[in-house]
């Protein structure tokens, strides 16, 4: 078992910057590949960046390209994922979650475990 526990949310202006992390415990995340998930209100959950268990892939929705950046530190079973240029529409609880398939996986149902979110709010 993995467990996950996200940080760093908070409100943010539009324009600003996160960086929210998610530590790992129970199992070394090195052979997961790791991603980070949005759910925005009355929304479904959407991909928002994954990183391969070496972290020599990522992957990014369209949305996020050239302003998020995800990472990991397997010494420290930590992932990242820096927010930059922040917008009012990346306003959602923000989810990690691992992977047993290594590589930079995007559908979410390829996941077997998940954090409890945390929120991102981003004002205008």
């Known amino acids: 078992q993995v467990q996950l526990v996200e940080s760093g949310g908070g409100l943010v202006q539009a324009g600003g910057s996160l960086r929210l992390s998610c530590a790992a415990s129970?199992?070394?995340?090195?052979?997961?590949?790791m991603g980070w998930f949005r759910q925005a209100p009355g929304k479904e959950r959407e991909f928002v960046a994954a990183i391969s268990w070496s972290a020599g892939n990522t992957d990014y929705a369209d949305s996020v390209k050239g302003r998020f950046t995800i990472s990991r530190d397997n010494a420290k079973n930590t992932v990242y994922l820096q927010m930059n240029s922040l917008k009012p529409e990346d306003t959602a609880v923000y989810y990690c979650?691992?992977?047993?398939?290594?590589?930079?996986?995007?559908?979410?149902?390829?996941?077997?475990?998940w954090g409890q979110g945390t929120q991102v709010t981003v004002s205008s």
């Open positions: 979650a691992a992977s047993g398939i290594r590589t930079a996986v995007t559908e979410r149902t390829l996941y077997d475990y």
């Open positions: 129970g199992r070394t995340i090195t052979s997961y590949a």
